[in-house]
């Protein structure tokens, strides 16, 4: 479970972060949000920002589980995101929309069914972990545990932000 929370925490960790590295970085983002959503112009900024805030939100819920301890909320939280955001990009894909994602910052890459194929995996991930700590509840980890679990969450995240290059490199 922890593992879970950590590998989402660290995928909208870098998300966030790449977005807002640079202004050009937060405008290329922005011109996606728009050409991937198919919004008017002055939406396009609102949008960005919204969807930057509730990432950077969904990362404090995942770091800090809640009076409950086992972070569900969090995790629930995230699921949704992500099952909104592959709604985005297969609606963009039946569009025919070929911007790039801009997902985790500067890739040039066209959205495609990976992009989507991504977020289901991590919308799995989410619910499993919710559906774990409800079994499991607030349990503590020893801290040899954790550290595993953020070596192991740590070689995830990068697997995930970095799949359309990994991928490259495989071809």
Same mark, same amino acid.
């Given at each position: 479970?922890?593992?879970?929370?950590?590998?989402?925490?660290?995928?909208?960790?870098?998300?966030?972060?790449?977005?807002?590295?640079?202004?050009?970085?937060?405008?290329?983002?922005?011109?996606?949000?728009?050409? $991937?959503?198919?919004?008017?112009?002055? @939406?396009?900024?609102? &949008? *960005? +920002?919204? #969807?930057? =805030?509730?990432?950077?939100? /969904?990362?404090?819920?995942?770091?800090?589980?809640?009076?409950?301890g086992?972070?569900?909320p969090? $995790?629930?939280?995230?699921?949704?995101? @992500?099952?909104?955001? &592959? *709604? +985005?990009? #297969?609606? =963009?894909?039946?569009?025919g /929309?070929?911007v790039?994602?801009?997902?985790?910052?500067?890739?040039?890459?066209?959205?495609?069914?990976?992009?989507?194929?991504?977020?289901a995996?991590?919308?799995?991930? *989410?619910?499993?972990?919710? =559906?774990?700590?409800?079994?499991?509840?607030g349990?503590?980890?020893?801290?040899?545990?954790?550290?595993?679990?953020?070596?192991?969450?740590?070689?995830?995240?990068?697997a995930?932000?970095?799949?359309?290059?990994?991928?490259?490199?495989?071809?």
């Open positions: 479970m922890l593992t879970v929370r950590l590998v989402l925490m660290g995928v909208f960790l870098v998300s966030v972060l790449t977005k807002l590295r640079t202004r050009r970085a937060f405008g290329d983002f922005t011109t996606a949000v728009r050409r $991937l959503g198919g919004l008017p112009t002055g @939406l396009g900024t609102p &949008a *960005a +920002v919204v #969807v930057v =805030a509730v990432e950077a939100g /969904t990362v404090v819920m995942l770091a800090a589980p809640g009076l409950d086992d972070g569900r969090g $995790l629930l939280l995230a699921g949704g995101l @992500l099952l909104g955001f &592959a *709604a +985005v990009l #297969v609606t =963009a894909l039946r569009r /929309t070929t790039a994602c801009r997902c985790f910052g500067g890739s040039d890459e066209p959205v495609n069914r990976r992009h989507v194929a991504r977020n995996v991590l919308v799995a991930c *989410a619910m499993a972990g919710a =559906a774990m700590t409800s079994a499991a509840g349990t503590p980890v020893a801290p040899p545990a954790a550290a595993l679990c953020l070596l192991g969450a740590s070689v995830a995240v990068g995930v932000v970095l799949l359309d290059d990994l991928l490259h490199l495989l071809r």
